[in-house]
């Protein structure tokens, strides 16, 4: 069955530094990932999505992701972190074929430090 | 674009009350809307997809005699938690799929609705 870890719970960055958010996938397939942004009582808001073709993909808000099969890795990065990013981060895996469902991984809930 | 309106907001009710909670889609179509539940930090956990015009498919260990999931047209989906008990509290979310998009298309989600059952 399909899985996606996020191996970090909280995250602790000072505003200005870089951020980097790990995401994990176990798949048969090649997936396809999308990052999302979770404010408190909120929905999710998209920030980015892979399918296909160049492997490095820019976002919304100055983030962007890597997909790196061989590591089965989708990770979100940004350079230079604003106190708004606070927020829970959370990576979903989906596949063709899998009935357009997405899995989520467990969040990683980010802190911001000014 | 792609913007899903989830109503209401936040329902506060008595043990034994049925809540209907509405998921639009306010400018795509959506053949497919899809229904979580999100338990205090946590993550989401799928509980049913929700298909236009025919019966929604529920993820094991929902009971949908419980969640009554109705997805009458392309732009409205409905969840109704019947005879809702206090741990049925809980922050439900839905989501939508453009119809017109690939099956990789990202699911575009409502703000969710926070219940609490007394």
């Known amino acids: 069955a399909q899985s996606v870890t996020q191996p970090d719970i909280h995250i602790t960055v000072s505003e200005g530094a870089s951020l980097e958010l790990r995401c994990n996938y176990s798949?048969?397939?090649?997936?396809?990932l999308f990052w999302y942004v979770q404010s408190p009582g909120q929905g999710l808001q998209l920030l980015l999505k892979?399918?296909?073709?160049?492997?490095l993909v820019q976002g919304i808000k100055g983030f962007e992701a890597e997909f790196k099969r061989s590591q089965s890795s989708f990770n979100l990065r940004k350079p230079s972190v604003h106190w708004s990013d606070a927020a829970e981060y959370f990576c979903a895996v989906g596949f063709t074929g899998g009935g357009n469902k997405l899995t989520f991984g467990t969040g990683t809930q980010l802190k911001v430090e000014l | 674009g792609a913007v899903v309106s989830q109503h209401p907001s936040w329902v506060i009710c008595k043990s034994g009350t049925s809540v209907k909670i509405e998921c639009r889609s306010l400018?795509?179509?959506?053949?497919?809307m899809f229904w979580y539940r999100q338990f205090p930090k946590q993550s989401l956990m799928l509980m049913a997809t929700?298909?236009?015009?025919?019966?929604?498919?529920?993820e094991q260990g929902v009971e949908k005699d419980k969640f009554l999931i109705n997805h009458a047209s392309l732009t409205l989906s409905t969840l109704t938690v019947t005879s809702a008990h206090p741990e049925d509290s809980s922050f439900y979310i839905c989501?939508?799929?453009?119809?017109?998009?690939?099956?990789?298309?990202?699911?575009?989600f409502g703000d969710g609705t926070r219940l609490s059952i007394l």
């Open positions: 989501s939508a799929r453009d119809h017109l998009g690939a099956s990789n298309q990202p699911q575009h």
């Open positions: 892979y399918f296909s073709g160049d492997t």
């Open positions: 400018d795509f179509q959506a053949t497919t």
């Open positions: 929700s298909n236009e015009g025919s019966k929604a498919t529920y």
């Open positions: 798949y048969g397939a090649t997936p396809y």
